[in-house]
């Protein structure tokens, strides 16, 4: 059974840092994409950061470019997403995903596209 836990959530000031991280177990880690995704009430869940299984190939959402930046590391089945440069808009709750298919090289850009969920943290930025 695929599981991901995220943590690091919190509250930050404007301009601040925050770095999530979210565990994966049940499955071959580096097989498979993986993403950050963000929610706000009642707004649609959207796409913040992709990368490829063997951590070769990222994408991300152009509101947050030059800012955040997802990693992992195969070895400790672990996704991160350090966020710099913080802004209220940024507040929201954060999840991590794991793509459906095992394809090591391929980024996973789609929401349809992620099968498997963690339970969600919560950022929130202060002006």
């Known amino acids: 059974q695929v599981q991901l836990v995220e943590s690091g959530g919190g509250l930050v000031q404007t301009g601040g840092s925050l770095r999530l991280s979210c565990a994966a177990s049940?499955?071959?880690?580096?097989?498979?994409?993986m993403g950050w995704f963000r929610q706000v009430p009642g707004k649609e869940r959207e796409v913040v950061g992709v990368?490829?299984?063997?951590?070769?190939?990222?994408r991300y959402a152009d509101s947050v470019k030059g800012r955040f930046t997802i990693s992992r590391d195969n070895a400790k089945n672990t996704v991160y997403l350090q966020m710099n440069s913080l802004k209220p808009e940024d507040t929201a709750v954060y999840y991590c995903?794991?793509?459906?298919?095992?394809?090591?090289?391929?980024?996973?850009?789609?929401?349809?596209?992620?099968?498997?969920w963690g339970q969600g943290t919560q950022v929130t930025v202060s002006s």
């Open positions: 995903a794991g793509s459906r298919y095992a394809q090591p090289t391929y980024r996973y850009t789609s929401y349809s596209e992620y099968g498997y």
């Open positions: 049940g499955r071959t880690f580096s097989s498979y994409g």
């Open positions: 990368i490829s299984g063997n951590g070769g190939s990222t």
